[in-house]
């Protein structure tokens, strides 16, 4: 058997797209001395396809976020649990679940006026279309912090999505399944919040 299963992989690059500007908080993995290194920053995509992003000077990531490195990228979208019971066939409990896997090389941003912009640009996305604040370049904020910022671009070379979604059963159990996590990703989070802060 082949894995992984063709029917939960997708290679749809504005299926793709969707999923990092819908979930853009990213997983970043760099491997430094054969060890992992992770961060978690949100992304943006420009028109080149390129991730954007940037990240504080003091994180030792961010020595790896530089010129020809290679780096992975995971965004993850929504998921949930799928009881049995959902389905109108006899089926065993499993998991579903959206992600997109990247692969790329990272270039460094060095011009201080391209890093904010792309701190005015990601404010300007990550804001939507309320726009309760926007950012300035003449943000007086904006000249100390950039002394604590370093900018990435990644250069993405493999793009793998990964939807498990029940493709695999009958119509009317894909759709349950739909219903499910719709439900599941809609339900009320404030008892766990209760428990974490």
């Not at 990213?26 to 060890?35: C, F, L, P, R």
């Not at 006899?90 to 006026?113: F, M």
């Not at 904006?142 to 999505?161: L, R, T």
């Not at 990703?185 to 974490?196: A, P, R, T, V």
């Amino acid at each position: 058997m082949k894995y992984p299963p063709q029917h939960h992989q997708c290679n749809d690059k504005q299926k793709l797209l969707t999923v990092i500007k819908h979930y853009p908080l990213a997983t970043i993995i760099s491997v430094d001395e054969n060890g992992p290194l992770v961060t978690h920053l949100p992304l943006i995509v420009n028109d080149s396809h390129q991730l954007i992003g940037h990240i504080d000077k003091f994180n030792p990531h961010g020595n790896l976020l530089m010129d020809n490195n290679n780096v992975t990228v995971i965004f993850s979208g929504p998921q949930c649990y799928i009881s049995p019971s959902i389905y109108t066939t006899t089926q065993l409990p499993t998991w579903n679940y959206i992600k997109v896997h990247l692969k790329g090389k990272v270039q460094a941003i060095t011009e201080e006026e391209e890093i904010m912009q792309t701190m005015v640009d990601m404010t300007t996305f990550l804001e939507g279309t309320d726009q309760n604040y926007k950012l300035e370049m003449s943000n007086p904020r904006m000249a100390g912090a950039i002394n604590y910022v370093k900018g990435f671009k990644i250069d993405v070379h493999s793009w793998e999505g990964k939807f498990k979604l029940s493709q695999d059963k009958k119509a009317i159990d894909k759709n349950n399944a739909r219903s499910e996590m719709e439900r599941a990703e809609g339900q009320s989070i404030s008892s766990f919040l209760d428990k974490i802060y």
